[in-house]
């Protein structure tokens, strides 16, 4: 079985930054594309970033587009989300997600997902 394990997060101050990590176990990690997601308390899930399995391509939400950087090394089955500038509107439990069919934004297409870690962006 696959197994995804996020950590990084914690709490800083607005403007600071953060990296966080995924790293997945079972299966081939080559496999799968991987994204991100945030849910803060009371919303609905947000797609954020995703990247092709190669790691060649990637997409980002809006809301995060020049601040947030996905990236992965399959060498080390780890994904990472890099958040630059970030906001107190960015305070959300983050998830990590594998799509066996390809790149998506949809989390109704991702089939496991992460424990989450919590960012909370103070100002």
């Known amino acids: 079985q696959v197994q995804l394990v996020e950590s990084g997060g914690g709490l800083v101050q607005a403007g600071g930054s953060l990296r966080l990590s995924c790293t997945r176990s079972?299966?081939?990690?080559?496999?799968?594309?991987m994204g991100w997601f945030r849910q803060a308390s009371g919303k609905e899930r947000e797609f954020l970033a995703a990247?092709?399995?190669?790691?060649?391509?990637?997409v980002y939400a809006d809301s995060v587009k020049g601040r947030f950087t996905i990236s992965r090394d399959n060498a080390k089955n780890t994904v990472y989300l890099q958040m630059n500038s970030l906001k107190p509107e960015d305070t959300a439990l983050y998830y990590c997600?594998?799509?066996?069919?390809?790149?998506?934004?949809?989390?109704?297409?991702?089939?496991?997902w992460g424990q989450g870690t919590q960012v909370t962006v103070s100002s």
């Open positions: 997600a594998a799509a066996g069919r390809g790149l998506t934004t949809t989390p109704l297409e991702y089939d496991y």
């Open positions: 079972g299966g081939i990690f080559r496999g799968y594309a």
């Open positions: 990247i092709t399995r190669s790691g060649a391509s990637t």
